[in-house]
């Protein structure tokens, strides 16, 4: 069973190692201790945990309009390049950096500049899945 130390838990969802120990202490997050007395999460246990957090807060709101777009990155908008009739729009979310192209039109309507607050929803047929470390 493949397991994660404190530090790599952490790094996979974006948050501090203090962040992942104080769900670890508060029972949030189940992990064991190693031979070494290193505290180990279960990578069962961490899909567990980023999938139920993922679902929290997914329900629309009375009268918001819900979307079968499941691929949510919430970030900060770093930069936009606008031309004559396109826009391409940076947004970093978390430790990803998402790259958008879109109508000059589309991104004056939205207010995009960069410090503003935007959510890349990405709905694809087409994604390529590689192991981070196949060792």
Excluded: Y
């Excluded at 202490?25 to 007395?37: M, Q, T, Y």
């Excluded at 990578?43 to 679902?55: I, N, P």
């Excluded at 936009?80 to 970093?92: S, W």
């Excluded at 790259?99 to 939205?110: I, P, Q, T, Y």
């Amino acid at each position: 069973m493949t397991t994660f130390s404190i530090g790599e838990a952490a790094a996979l969802l974006g948050v501090s190692a203090d962040t992942v120990r104080r769900w670890v202490d508060g029972g949030r997050l189940p992990a064991a201790r190693d031979g070494n007395g290193h505290r180990r999460v279960p990578g069962e246990d961490l899909a567990a945990f980023v999938r139920d957090q993922a679902r929290r807060g997914t329900e629309p709101e009375p009268g918001e309009r819900f979307s079968s777009a499941r691929n949510r990155l919430r970030g900060i908008v770093t930069e936009v390049v606008r031309d004559g009739v396109m826009a391409q729009v940076e947004i970093q979310a978390g430790p990803f950096r998402v790259v958008s192209l879109m109508s000059r039109e589309a991104a004056d309507d939205l207010g995009l500049h960069p410090g503003v607050v935007a959510e890349a929803v990405v709905k694809s047929t087409n994604v390529v899945v590689e192991l981070a470390d196949p060792g």
